[in-house]
């Protein structure tokens, strides 16, 4: 991560996993609650919000005192990813089941290309992981 840079990038063999930290609030060993983009080889990627048990009870309450969510009486995320501890090992370690196990499939959300990318004399530029883009 570079000065300025909100982005952690892992690679594995498997997949390459880009983390949207929050500079003033987050590190690599405290980050509860994090965006996070996952390219597969085949060109596939997949976003999830990855979250710690503590993260969503500290959310909960928080939203209890403000009335959101019906006074925190509830907590979902369409791409949510729960991990028992902090940090990017743990998140990490989470996403690299997920790809073996292939249930990113049903947990994340699948990131389409942009339509603009589907003219074919263009090339296809690479993600932030050099993993090129997929196409329509």
Known sequence: MTAGDPWVTVTE????????????VDTEDSVAN????????????WALTMFT???VRRLLAVWK???EVAHGSYFWCADDV?????????????????????????????????PQDDD????????QSGIPAPRG
């Open 53 to 55: 048990v503590d993260e």
């Open 82 to 114: 729960i991990v028992p501890e902090p940090g990017l090992a743990a998140m990490t370690a989470a996403i690299r089941e997920l790809v073996r196990s292939r249930e990113i499939e049903v947990a994340g959300v699948r990131c389409e290309p942009d």
């Open 13 to 24: 063999e498997t997949f390459v996993a880009r983390f949207l930290l929050d500079r003033d």
């Open 65 to 67: 005192g403000t009335g």
């Open 34 to 45: 994090v965006d996070v983009f996952v390219d597969l080889p085949e060109g596939v990627s």
């Open 120 to 127: 074919p004399s263009s090339p296809s530029p690479p993600s």
